[in-house]
């Protein structure tokens, strides 16, 4: 069983940077490939970046290539998401997910476990 819980949301301007957390509560963590997915109000839930279980290899969505960044730390259980030049169009619920699937997955379904979500606001 997984747990995972999100942390360091928060209202921003545009420009501006945040850093979300993702604590998790697994025995075998580095046997997940981590991930953090979006909501925007009225839209699907979206990929944004995943990171291997190994921390060498990290995937982006092209709307945030180049502004985020995935990292994982293994012993501490977490997965930060450094979230920089932020957008209005980047406003969503963003989820930490996991899945022991594999790597190179960026499909809702492909994930097993989730976390409740932390709000990302970005005002223009």
């Known amino acids: 069983q997984v747990q995972l819980v999100e942390s360091g949301g928060g209202l921003v301007q545009a420009g501006d940077s945040l850093r979300l957390s993702c604590a998790a509560s697994?025995?075998?963590?580095?046997?997940?490939?981590l991930a953090w997915f979006r909501r925007a109000p009225g839209k699907e839930r979206e990929f944004v970046a995943a990171?291997?279980?190994?921390?060498?290899?990290?995937s982006y969505a092209d709307s945030v290539k180049g502004r985020f960044t995935i990292s994982r730390d293994n012993a501490k259980i977490t997965v930060p998401l450094q979230m920089n030049r932020l957008k209005p169009e980047d406003t969503a619920v963003y989820y930490c997910?996991?899945?022991?699937?594999?790597?190179?997955?960026?499909?809702?379904?492909?994930?097993?476990?989730w976390g409740r979500g932390t709000q990302v606001t970005v005002s223009s």
């Open positions: 997910a996991a899945t022991s699937l594999g790597w190179g997955l960026r499909g809702v379904t492909s994930y097993d476990y």
């Open positions: 697994v025995r075998t963590f580095s046997r997940y490939t």
């Open positions: 990171i291997s279980w190994s921390g060498l290899s990290t």
